[in-house]
């Protein structure tokens, strides 16, 4: 697609355009003069050529040489191939007659300038009005030189006769070139002037296909540009809907809170202060509405309970007398929980604190269930890649690579040792990282590792490899196994409020709850919770 740098050329490309035609004019007349000095120096010459020759019975006008195959359509901006075309029919124009030259050399600018102003109509007018001058042009030029090799290929006529014929010819067509070339009495100038318009005819029927496939790819790019932008804004405005419609309903909740009795009494500062806390404040605006038009459900004030209970801090409920009368149940309904099971204040005082602990624990046993997930399948594939590279050496070369593992050599001459290595490197480290659990320790890293080298040592073919790779998949799935049991007891002493008092009672019931997912040892047997009443949940035999 064109740049704007490119399109925006084709508002000044008339004017430019016609100064190029009017240098080539200026050119041209200057050959005439020169050709009619040249006129007056040959002119006994002339006289004396057409004493001795009476016809031109040997010669043989040129033939027309054939067109080229039509080329390959290459990406070229449209500025560049409209330069290249405009130069063309300057070169058309000092050969041929003006006027349709001119023309279509106006039209293709205006074509320029639709396709800048993505005006399809326009664009499309333009590109008729080129391609009829141009067609024309191209015909008047055929026709006019077939009418002069007729004349040529006349073996009866003079050369008398023919230059006197191709004047006359020349005249009626208004050429000025080649009767300038026949008033000489040059019949070699008119030869050159046919060659040269046939190769230039040819030349311009290759360009129009050009130039004409040219600017419709160029059209096509720049409209198809446009939809790809329309599309972008579309996108964004549907991306940044639902946040425009939140802050225009913030924006009127904080602008009906400022109509408010309440607000206008504020003192001045106080009113600053909530502007401020704008966004914040929205939202305790809305739920100052909701609890004035008929406070919190028992439902919610449960779970506001649960947790004031759990983290120590109320949900926002607002401001005013309702939202005050919705505190205080709500704290009188965490207080009655907790008296229900017989907690002491220090205990619910200590619940947040432990709740807290509990969510950071979560959040560490799920990252390092995820750090085994991953070393887990870096050691199954890294065993793979050592099965396929052991099965390329002996047990002998396996042997002292696997010594030389161990004392950390990576480095050897052969691309197959070198690849072996790398992967047993692996398969101990990620081995190791799992064995000695998510603490870290380094007596426990260090025994893994020993561990892991005395597998890989004693491991001498591809067979010794599977059962190294079964016995550290083993090994690893019951790290993972436990690291699921542990995180599905976080869970359950976050859902249960009182799970870390040692009591198992929810809010306003005394039932033990689960939840989806989670791990039960029952009578020997695991089970996992797959739905149901989740104070007798369904279960199904977990591995």
């Known amino acids: 697609m064109a740049t704007n740098d490119s399109?925006?050329?084709?508002?000044?490309?008339?004017?430019?355009?016609?100064?190029?035609?009017?240098?080539?004019?200026?050119?041209?007349?200057?050959?005439?003069?020169?050709?009619?000095?040249?006129?007056?120096?040959?002119?006994?010459?002339?006289?004396?050529?057409?004493?001795?020759?009476?016809?031109?019975?040997?010669?043989?006008?040129?033939?027309?040489?054939?067109?080229?195959?039509?080329?390959?359509?290459?990406?070229?901006?449209?500025?560049?191939?409209?330069?290249?075309?405009?130069?063309?029919?300057?070169?058309?124009?000092?050969?041929?007659?003006?006027?349709?030259?001119?023309?279509?050399?106006?039209?293709?600018?205006?074509?320029?300038?639709?396709?800048?102003?993505?005006?399809?109509?326009?664009?499309?007018?333009?590109?008729?009005?080129?391609?009829?001058?141009?067609?024309?042009?191209?015909?008047?030029?055929?026709y006019d030189m077939e009418r002069y090799q007729a004349i040529m290929s006349n073996k009866r006529a003079s050369v008398n006769d023919q230059l006197a014929l191709i004047q006359a010819e020349a005249a009626q067509a208004r050429d000025p070139i080649m009767l300038e070339q026949a008033r000489a009495g040059s019949m070699q100038g008119v030869f050159d002037v046919l060659k040269l318009r046939e190769e230039t005819t040819n030349r311009l029927s290759i360009a129009k296909m050009k130039f004409a496939e040219q600017m419709e790819l160029s059209r096509k790019n720049h409209e198809y540009g446009l939809q790809i932008e329309n599309m972008k804004i579309k996108a964004m405005e549907q991306k940044n809907a639902p946040a425009l419609a939140q802050l225009s309903q913030k924006e009127k909740l904080w602008t009906d809170y400022t109509q408010s009795d309440e607000f206008k009494n504020l003192p001045p500062m106080e009113k600053m202060s909530r502007y401020n806390n704008f966004w914040d404040h929205a939202f305790g605006v809305q739920a100052m509405k909701q609890s004035e038009a008929g406070?919190?459900?028992?439902?919610?004030?449960?779970?506001?309970?649960?947790?004031?209970?759990?983290?120590?801090?109320?949900?926002?409920?607002?401001?005013?007398?309702?939202?005050?009368?919705?505190?205080?149940?709500?704290?009188?309904?965490a207080a009655e929980v907790a008296s229900q099971v017989g907690m002491s204040p220090a205990e619910i005082a200590a619940l947040p604190?432990?709740?807290?602990?509990?969510?950071?624990?979560?959040?560490?046993?799920?990252?390092?269930?995820?750090?085994?997930a991953r070393s887990s399948m870096a050691v199954e594939n890294n065993i793979q890649i050592?099965?396929?590279?052991?099965?390329?050496?002996?047990?002998?070369?396996?042997?002292?690579?696997?010594?030389?593992?161990?004392?950390?050599?990576?480095?050897?001459?052969?691309?197959?040792?070198?690849?072996?290595?790398?992967?047993?490197?692996?398969?101990?480290?990620?081995?190791?990282?799992?064995?000695?659990?998510?603490?870290?320790?380094?007596?426990?890293?260090?025994?893994?590792?020993?561990?892991?080298?005395?597998?890989?040592?004693?491991?001498?073919?591809?067979?010794?490899?599977?059962?190294?790779?079964?016995?550290?998949?083993?090994?690893?799935?019951?790290?993972?196994?436990?690291?699921?049991?542990?995180?599905?007891?976080?869970?359950?002493?976050?859902?249960?409020?009182?799970?870390?008092?040692?009591?198992?009672?929810?809010?306003g019931t005394a039932k033990a709850t689960y939840h989806v997912g989670q791990i039960i040892e029952k009578g020997g047997k695991r089970y996992r919770v797959v739905g149901g009443d989740m104070s007798d949940p369904d279960v199904e035999e977990a591995p």
């Open 7 to 142: 399109l925006s050329m084709g508002g000044n490309m008339d004017s430019t355009m016609m100064g190029i035609a009017r240098n080539q004019m200026q050119g041209m007349n200057q050959a005439v003069q020169q050709t009619q000095k040249r006129q007056a120096e040959i002119q006994p010459k002339m006289e004396k050529m057409r004493q001795e020759v009476e016809h031109m019975g040997d010669y043989k006008p040129p033939q027309a040489p054939q067109l080229p195959p039509k080329p390959q359509l290459h990406e070229t901006s449209p500025a560049q191939a409209f330069g290249s075309f405009a130069s063309l029919f300057g070169i058309v124009a000092s050969l041929f007659t003006r006027a349709p030259m001119m023309n279509a050399l106006n039209a293709s600018a205006s074509a320029m300038n639709a396709i800048h102003k993505n005006d399809s109509d326009a664009y499309h007018r333009a590109m008729d009005t080129w391609k009829t001058e141009t067609d024309y042009a191209l015909k008047r030029s055929q």
């Open 295 to 333: 406070g919190l459900s028992n439902d919610a004030k449960n779970i506001a309970a649960y947790q004031y209970l759990t983290t120590g801090h109320l949900p926002p409920l607002g401001i005013g007398d309702a939202a005050r009368v919705d505190k205080k149940e709500v704290m009188n309904r």
């Open 353 to 372: 604190g432990e709740y807290k602990s509990n969510v950071g624990s979560l959040v560490q046993q799920v990252r390092w269930r995820d750090s085994v």
């Open 386 to 507: 050592m099965r396929e590279y052991a099965a390329k050496l002996d047990q002998g070369q396996i042997k002292a690579l696997n010594r030389a593992v161990l004392q950390g050599q990576l480095e050897f001459n052969d691309p197959n040792a070198n690849a072996y290595a790398a992967a047993a490197t692996t398969v101990m480290n990620e081995y190791a990282r799992v064995m000695s659990g998510p603490t870290s320790n380094a007596q426990l890293a260090e025994g893994a590792t020993d561990r892991a080298q005395h597998m890989l040592d004693q491991s001498l073919n591809p067979e010794a490899l599977d059962e190294v790779g079964k016995v550290m998949g083993r090994e690893m799935g019951g790290q993972l196994r436990a690291t699921d049991q542990v995180i599905a007891d976080i869970k359950t002493s976050l859902h249960d409020v009182t799970q870390t008092t040692g009591r198992t009672t929810g809010v």
